[in-house]
Structure formats: structure tokens, C-alpha cells
């Protein structure tokens, strides 16, 4: 796919992210993630990073840097995140680990990732945290697949959220797709989360959602 093309698209999907906050009608208290993906596939690593990882109408912005090691299905990943408010200049820096388990299903057209993902706090105001993720889609036509995601953090010193609901994905590429997720915290029902996410594979092998 050529770059321009992908500029293209990349541009639409900032423009259809704003839209459907306001067609939602989702305040400012709430998530509107925008997380573009950059993955590089080797026969037995994977790297991952997520350079702009922030939210629509908000003052913060984080950083991720993954290092996985395959093994057989699942992946093992080191993982670093580093994230700056803009108000109070506070930076959150946390180091981890996070386990995924990644599984085809009904004649290859349904994929199922597991994962696992705990953190440790390296700074005073960075909490300890646990993450466990469910994704799951089914290819309902060509590139176009549709499934769940469950999303759920469990801070130590914070109250917990829970977000579960629908997402769409579609394969512009072998090399480029994009996914929209919209779920509600199961724990509160007011709140709800709005995620699009592009990622961009290079050298990709086989296929992995997460």
C-alpha cells in the first residue's frame, strides 16, 4: 500500500474517531483513546511500540515499548510505558511483564487473545497494576471481521474499571488495519471508553490482534 493511501485513511479515521464522540455524546470525563501501533515481526521475537498513545480532549499522553519472545502460540513480553501530564508536568513510568495467548478457532476464521499484563510502579505517584485483556473476531466477510474486547486495570491504591463492548476491524493490508471499540465499565455504567487503534505490521508472519 502506498504511503499516501495510508495517510489517507489515517487522516479518515482521526476524522470518524471525533465524530462518533460527539454522536455517543461522550464528555470530556471520559476515554477517547487514539493508539497507532507499530509492530516488526521476526521468526522468533516480536517488538512493538505505541508512540502517541492519548486521548481526544485530553492533557496527557503515553508512550509504550513492548519486546516479546514467541512461544508456540503466545507471546512473552517485557513491557515499558511512560506517560506525562501536561497540567502538573507528572510523569508516570512503569515497567512489566505481559503474557498473551493467542488461539484460531472455527476453521481459522475466529481469533481469541488472552492476556495478562502486570506492572510495576517506578515512581512515587506510578501505582502498581494488573491488566487483564479479552479479544476476540470473526471474519464476517473478506477483510471485514467483527468481535468483542474486555478491558479491565486494578490499581492498588486506585478503583478499578471494567470496559466491555463490540469493536469492528478492517484489514486495509497485510501491513496496515485499523479497529474501533466502544465498550461500558461494567463497574460503572456511566462511564464508557472509545478506542481506535491503527497498526502498522512490517514482516508480519502470522496473525496476532492484540
Known amino acids: 500500500m502506498r504511503i499516501k493511501n495510508i495517510s489517507t485513511i489515517f487522516i479518515l479515521c482521526c476524522l470518524a474517531q471525533r465524530g462518533a464522540c460527539q454522536f455517543f455524546e461522550i464528555d470530556r470525563s471520559d476515554w477517547k483513546l487514539f493508539s497507532p501501533e507499530i509492530r516488526l515481526n521476526t521468526p522468533g ?6 508512540p502517541t498513545h492519548f486521548g481526544i480532549n485530553s492533557n496527557s499522553s503515553r508512550s509504550d515499548i513492548m519486546l516479546g519472545k514467541k512461544i508456540n502460540r503466545s507471546i512473552l513480553f517485557i513491557y515499558g510505558k511512560y506517560a506525562f501530564d501536561f497540567d502538573d508536568s507528572k510523569q508516570k513510568i512503569h515497567l512489566g511483564a505481559r503474557f498473551d495467548l493467542n488461539r484460531k478457532i472455527w476453521s481459522g476464521r475466529s481469533f481469541l487473545n488472552l492476556q495478562i499484563r502486570m506492572f510495576k510502579g517506578l515512581n512515587s505517584i506510578s501505582p502498581n497494576q494488573l491488566y487483564l485483556v479479552q479479544y476476540f473476531d470473526y471474519n464476517l466477510y473478506k477483510k471485514l471481521e467483527i468481535g468483542f474486547l474486555g478491558y479491565t486495570q486494578i490499581n492498588l491504591n486506585k478503583n478499578a474499571w471494567s470496559y466491555f463492548g463490540p469493536l469492528v476491524k ?11 471499540h466502544l465498550g461500558n465499565d461494567v463497574l460503572n455504567s456511566e462511564n464508557w471508553f472509545l478506542l481506535i487503534r491503527h497498526n502498522f505490521l512490517f514482516n508480519a508472519n502470522y496473525k496476532d490482534e492484540s
Open 45 to 50: 521475537f516480536q517488538f512493538r511500540s505505541r
Open 170 to 180: 478492517y484489514d486495509f493490508s497485510k501491513k496496515f488495519n485499523t479497529f474501533i
